[in-house]
């Protein structure tokens, strides 16, 4: 009977998919494996079975620092959005580089702090980041897992303190060679590139970052402008990805109209719920071109084992 419901779905189009409901699942805490490293989470967080469900989940955020390493061996990485410490663990895994960790939300700090230890050359601030030095009044969503600011002023909402990546960068980290720059905090992205125009310029970093359409949406971002603004700052090279890590295609941001027709998708999917995106200056055009040659080996090579 079930499944004579699904296939009637199909066929109108619709499908009944199991999702997780990390809010009201026990929340207790656990250890998960990334390559080599043990780290703590808690089970609300969705991280603590991402990397079971999906083993190559955020795997290109690895080859993305081998291959920026072997251009620039004293190269440094700034994680903004760094939650638990997981994607500093996958970089870690490849390349021991010094790691800036950025997270604003306490609770998540905490597990940061304790995870980092195990790496070396590896620093942690508890701050959330904005497009400009203000305090805003926020609804937090997702606190304590995934933290989602939606600003604007309500009865129920708190002050947040913002300040932008070029103020905090030059108050404790000053230092250049940042060449990678990842981003991932829920829709504020863009939000967070915009206030890093100074650290860009200086550093001309590969920029790996979420697009996340719902939630820009809802905080009013459109998010493509942003794109054309990095293309103006001599951003060239593109990659997109869907949000399983599974490489998409990759282009020129001066190629305006596939840019946007790729927006458009993704605002209106309801199978891939945001892009990861990877951008390099065109100082590394010769690197954005053997990297996207790499991908490309990589994706076929997974299609051949299923």
């Known amino acids: 009977m079930l499944k ?23 929340n207790h805490e656990i250890f998960i494996l990334i390559g080599k490293y043990s780290l703590k989470v808690n089970t609300r967080n969705p991280i603590s079975i991402h990397y079971r469900k999906h083993p190559t989940y955020s795997s290109e955020l690895a080859r993305l620092s081998k291959q920026m390493f072997s251009k620039y061996p004293f190269m440094r990485v700034v994680d903004i959005g760094a939650n638990i410490g ?31 230890q195990q790496f070396s050359n590896t620093k942690a601030f508890k701050q959330f980041l904005g497009d400009k030095d203000e305090t805003i009044n926020a609804i937090v969503e997702k606190s304590e897992w995934n933290t989602t600011i939606i600003p604007g002023a309500d009865s129920n909402g708190k002050n947040i303190s913002l300040v932008t990546l070029d103020s905090f960068s030059k108050a404790f980290f000053p230092e250049n060679e940042y060449k990678l720059l990842k981003v991932d905090t829920e829709g504020f992205d863009v939000k967070i590139l915009r206030g890093s ?20 949406n809802a905080i009013g971002e459109k998010g493509i402008d942003m794109l054309f603004a990095l293309r103006d700052k001599g951003y060239n090279s593109i990659l ?22 790729l927006d458009n998708w993704i605002n209106g999917s309801s199978g891939v719920y945001y892009f990861d995106l990877i951008l390099f200056h065109e100082t590394d055009q010769e690197l954005a071109d053997q990297f996207i040659i ?13």
């Open 4 to 26: 004579a419901i699904q296939l009637f779905l199909l066929y109108l189009g619709l499908e009944i998919r199991k999702v997780e409901n990390f809010t009201i699942k026990p």
């Open 86 to 116: 997981d994607t500093t663990a996958i970089i870690k895994n490849v390349t021991d580089i010094p790691v800036v960790c950025i997270e604003g939300d306490p609770y998540c700090f905490g597990f940061l702090e304790q995870n980092i």
């Open 197 to 216: 125009s100074d650290f860009i310029d200086r550093n001309h970093p590969a920029i790996y970052f979420e697009y996340n359409k719902h939630n820009m």
């Open 240 to 261: 997109f990805y869907e949000d399983s890590s599974r490489f998409i295609l990759s282009d020129r941001l001066c190629n305006t109209s596939t840019i946007q027709q």
């Open 294 to 306: 790499k991908e490309t080996e990589f994706l076929m090579s997974e299609l051949q084992q299923k």
